[in-house]
């Protein structure tokens, strides 16, 4: 029988390793070819989808070693007229190289082929074509690669124009949705853009199109994340296409394509390539304009807690821009990573910057690591922050994400065990959703001031209590100024070289870490101070003996005098203890 197709429609295409889209006819395809009228199909129908990107001939009985994936082979039979036991196996030889097709002319070297080779072909769905006598090899040539090069200039022709068309609405001021829309409507499909985290930044149809699509790309991903997802970069299913949207080898999510139909073509799949790169640049210049505004607006915030960015009026005036309520009683609360390197940025509370000793060759790894954390940290505490309060100010400072929020009603205790507890627990939750490493933060809540002037003060007290709740209570605390007790007046004290000297004159040797034995006596002293100088409490709390307690505290008495009996002396012990746990702060 002949086959022949009236309208061969858009070419076929595969999915090259490098994601690079190759196009081709498919079988069916070349079989309608004028040159190849009278050939006809006698096995292997299955595979009429398969894809011809080239056409050898064979000429050597050693073609196995010379033939391509995609290829139509043609041969008389020559090379294997002597060995006609090869034609058994040959069908499944191709097959596994995969090649497209055989194409073979009868007659004069071979007259037949085996049963069993036909049979193979129909198992294994690989085609077998019997060519006309009167068709020349050449012809077949010809026409064919002709066709698959005219074939693809037009599609890339095409793509072209649609790409020009998707860059066009973008210089003319278009975003990502204005993109999405033209190609919804080029494709007449629904198309969705996806960040990493399955958020649609932009779409075009139905919700339930929509909707599936996002199912689609979680399902995609867990899959992946099992192991199973075998291809890398474009694809798709069919009803789906899938193009990934790079930008400077950073992954800012994907663009999707629906049919519920299965109306989705190969060629669409170039199409949408074409729109994932220009998505690509919308999207780096949006985060390029959010940086600046990011930035602009931080550098104001810290001019505010600084208290260098003029009168009340004009700051409220100027927040009023960026959204922010300054005209009303707030509190400053500040979240800071947990666990942070050495060499990272510190502040000494006053906003001044200072620098530890970076940690070896380690620092670079560890350094895009805190700043992914710390992006993630200020876009957690935005979110949540904006949830509860529309007008409060945040912003993200080099090791930090401050938050200048309203503190409505009478009692602020109340308030900040409130909504404040309930932005951090989001934030946590936020922070926490998508982060590959556990990481915490810890937080500190000022007390409620009435004014921007008052800010900078109520910055400082946030990060006082920061500190000093993580020193106290460990990472993830909370702490709020007003509840530090007596760590509250001793971080009042504005020169740290003074608390310094004072427990060095209060705890003598003791002051120091160097020393294991010095260290061990410090910590037999604080117990007793805890416990009220309960020496059989303090033996038990510590696994002494009751007599080598008693001969611990002769010895302290020898160092620091007799605290014992003296209610100031264990007073100024007990003080410069405290302030020990906030060294560092």
């Known amino acids: 029988m002949s086959y022949t197709t009236a309208d061969p429609g858009p070419p076929a295409l595969r999915l090259a390793s490098t994601g690079t889209l190759t196009y081709g006819l498919s079988v069916g395809e070349v079989l309608g070819v004028s040159t190849l009228n009278g050939a006809r199909l006698i096995a292997g129908r299955a595979g009429l989808e398969r894809v011809v990107q080239r056409l050898n001939v064979m000429e050597v009985p050693d073609i196995l070693s010379w033939v391509k994936p995609n290829e ?41 082929l085996p049963a069993e080779m036909i049979a193979q072909a129909d198992r294994r769905g690989f085609p077998l074509i019997l060519l006309p006598n009167d068709v020349g090899f050449d012809d077949i040539l010809n026409q064919v690669l ?32 204005e993109v999405v829309d033209e190609v919804a409507t080029l494709l007449d499909v629904a198309v969705v853009v996806l ?52 930008a400077g080898g950073f992954d800012h999510g994907r663009i999707v394509a629906f049919s519920p139909a299965g109306t989705l073509r190969g060629t669409d799949l170039g199409i949408l390539e074409r729109a994932a790169t220009v998505a690509a640049l919308v999207v780096t210049k949006q985060q390029a304009v959010a940086a600046v505004e990011s930035k602009y607006r931080a550098d104001f915030l810290r001019d505010i807690l600084a208290g260098r960015a003029g009168g009340d009026d004009r700051v409220v005036a100027h927040c009023g821009g960026f959204g922010w309520n300054l005209d009303r009683p707030m509190m400053v609360v500040v979240a800071e990573l947990d666990g942070r390197p050495r060499g990272a940025a510190e ?127 460990g990472a993830g605390a909370r702490a709020h100024f007003d509840q530090l007790g007596v760590y509250r007046l001793l971080s009042l004290v504005s020169d740290p070289d003074e608390l310094h000297a004072f427990v060095r004159e209060t705890l003598g040797d003791l002051a120091a870490d160097d020393e294991p034995e010095l260290v061990d006596l410090r910590r037999t002293l604080q117990v007793l101070l805890e416990t009220n100088l309960n020496v059989a409490e303090t033996a038990r709390r ?31 012990l007990t003080l410069a203890l405290h302030v020990l746990r906030m060294r560092g702060i």
């Not at 800010?455 to 709740?469: D, F, I, M, T």
């Not at 003996?545 to 014992?564: C, D, P, Q, S, V």
């Open 72 to 112: 139509l082979l043609l041969t008389t039979g020559y090379p294997l007229r002597n060995t006609p036991q090869s034609l058994d196996n040959l069908v499944a030889d191709l097959d596994e190289r995969g090649l497209a097709a055989l194409a073979i002319k009868l007659g004069r070297y071979l007259d037949s």
């Open 146 to 177: 002709t066709d698959i090069l005219n074939r693809q200039a037009a599609v890339l022709a095409r793509t072209e124009e649609v790409h020009r068309a998707l860059v066009q609405i973008v210089l003319c001021g278009g975003g990502l949705q």
């Open 195 to 246: 960040d990493g985290e399955q958020r649609v930044l932009a779409g075009a149809g139905p919700d339930e199109h929509v909707q599936a699509m996002r199912a689609f790309d979680a399902g995609r991903h867990a899959e992946c994340g099992r192991g199973g997802c075998g291809v890398i970069g474009a694809h798709g299913t069919g009803d789906h296409l899938v193009v990934p949207v790079m």
């Open 347 to 473: 502040t000494d509370g006053k906003g001044r910057g200072r620098t530890a000793e970076p940690d070896g060759g380690a620092r670079g790894v560890r350094g895009t690591e805190e700043r992914s954390a710390q992006e993630r940290l200020a876009a957690a505490w935005t979110t949540a922050v904006r949830r509860y309060d529309r007008g409060a100010a945040v912003a993200s400072f080099a090791h930090e994400v401050v938050a200048v929020v309203g503190a409505e009603g009478d009692d602020p205790a109340e308030w900040a065990n409130g909504p404040v507890q309930a932005m951090v627990k989001e934030a946590s939750s936020i922070f926490a959703e998508h982060l590959p490493v556990r990481r915490t933060f810890s937080t500190g809540i000022s007390r409620t001031v009435t004014s921007p002037a008052a800010l900078p003060e109520a910055y400082e007290q946030a990060v006082k209590a920061v500190r000093v709740g993580r020193q106290l209570n």
């Open 542 to 572: 510590l696994h002494f003996h009751y007599n080598t307690l008693r001969y611990r505290i002769g010895k302290l008495e020898r160092m620091l005098g007799a605290f014992t009996e003296d209610a100031h002396l264990r007073l100024n």
